[in-house]
């Protein structure tokens, strides 16, 4: 009796983990917004994210969130300079108020400044500010007059009820349909604000074993998703 007893008690404990992890949302969240962009900040437009409606925009338990809202909070540059952060409550969801997503780091911008200063503007520049400080904006001129400004992030999707985490990615894309990124830089340069729509994209990552293996899922991710904005403008 004494063996069955803790036979089943071993197996009990040993399926927790699993059964707790089942509260997190997996898969990938499609959402757009609206954001206002200064000079190093990303404002959006009420705090609001829209999760993107019908359900194929999702997939995994973020299907079931399709047609909801949820609150980001705004980035400023600094204190959210690129890097490493500890940003709890990043992102909450309206119908699943037991998940929020953490922002863990704001990764520079990879486009390099010297085509910020290409004249004249045309399809095909590409650039990532870097005064009065790295940006983490990857900025592409689609065509002379159009081009989309884009930024990713990491972080850790967190379920309040269980205390579980799992490693999140995300990527913003902003497409500017009648400006290109020189006359974008003019204008917050100056101190003005440019305003757009946005789409993210969020992915659930399997537990890496290293912060490169991360950066690798990352990048692939991000690649991805900056190739099929480009093409779709």
Known sequence: MFKRILAVSLV??????????????LGTLNATGTANVSLG???????????????AAQTGGF???????????????????????NIPDFITFADAPNISITLTFLLPGVDGAAGCSATPP?????????????????????????????????????????????????????????????????EVESGGTVTTAFGAQFVTTPEPSTEVELMIGFCAVGIGLLRRMRFKI
């Open 122 to 186: 045309a399809a095909g520049q590409f650039c990532t500010p870097d005064v009065p400080a790295l940006s983490p904006y990857n900025l592409f001129n689609s065509s002379s007059s159009s081009s989309t400004a884009s930024f990713n992030v990491l972080g850790l999707e967190v379920d309040s009820l269980t205390g579980d985490t799992i490693p999140v990615v995300g990527a913003f894309s902003e497409p500017f349909t009648a400006l290109n990124f020189q006359q974008i830089l003019a």
């Open 12 to 25: 009990t404990i040993a399926s927790l983990p699993i059964a707790a992890r089942a509260d997190l949302i």
């Open 41 to 55: 900040n990303v404002g959006f437009l009420d705090n609001e994210l829209f999760i993107n409606s019908p359900a």
């Open 63 to 85: 299907t079931a969130l399709e047609g909801s809202t949820a609150v980001i909070k705004d980035l400023t540059n600094p204190p959210d300079a690129v890097g490493p952060l």
